[in-house]
């Protein structure tokens, strides 16, 4: 997943492995500074190596994307 928010660009990948009663997280987290929003999300799949983009997402969310389905209803973490 490739994130860019102005002239500042971001990746990072999901990776799945385990072992013995562990799992790694399968969330990304990318930390945006003051952006409000973020100008590109870019995922390529693993499995068809398509790319799928989202552009103008706010910040401070989580999202779920899913592969040709694009981004689910977002949650907001809470704020303290």
Do not use: C, Y
């Not at 799945?16 to 987290?29: I, N």
């Amino acid at each position: 997943m490739r994130v860019v928010t102005g002239k500042h660009a971001q990746m990072d990948e999901v990776h799945s492995g385990s072992s013995v009663m562990s799992q790694s997280d399968l969330r990304l987290h990318f930390g945006l500074g003051k952006a409000q929003t973020v100008d590109l999300i870019e995922v390529k799949w693993p499995t068809t190596q398509k790319v799928e983009q989202f552009k103008q997402v706010k910040v401070n969310q989580i999202l779920t994307i899913r592969e040709g389905s694009g981004i689910g209803a977002p949650v907001n973490p809470k704020t303290k």
